[in-house]
């Protein structure tokens, strides 16, 4: 499976930014999308999932009521609406793929492949 993130770039405080994810190749085998974040110096930290085709949906509290996933299942694209974003939001941003073995889907090691980074940087 692979996973080509997209759609990061530099925006202004309270501004808005959509990235897309991407996916290939044996998509079969997996069953959630997730998203997830790491800023300089951080650990990379989980911000959405959402599941290819049944009904699973999940934020971060952080990004709750600004953030929105969306998927595209015959496309079999993934995004990630991102409203008032904060400097604090500022991170690479990754999208990953989840098997359907029972992993944390909240934690890195819940996912099986992931895509390679965007740079998201929300200026004050």
């Known amino acids: 499976v692979q996973l080509q993130a997209s759609g990061g770039g530099l925006v202004q405080a309270g501004g808005s930014l959509r990235l897309s994810c991407s996916a290939s190749?044996?998509?079969?085998?997996?069953?959630?999308i997730g998203w997830f974040r790491q800023a300089p110096g951080m650990e990379r930290e989980f911000v959405a999932a959402?599941?290819?085709?049944?009904?699973?949906?999940s934020y971060a509290d952080s990004v709750k009521g600004r953030f929105s996933i969306s998927r595209d299942s015959v496309k079999k694209e993934m995004y990630l609406q991102m409203n008032s974003l904060k400097p604090g939001d500022t991170a690479v941003y990754y999208c990953?793929?989840?098997?359907?073995?029972?992993?944390?889907?909240?934690?890195?090691?819940?996912?099986?492949?992931w895509g390679q980074g965007t740079q998201v940087t929300v200026s004050s």
């Open positions: 990953a793929a989840a098997t359907p073995r029972g992993g944390d889907l909240h934690a890195t090691s819940g996912y099986d492949y």
């Open positions: 959402m599941a290819w085709s049944y009904n699973y949906r």
């Open positions: 190749g044996r998509t079969s085998s997996t069953n959630v």
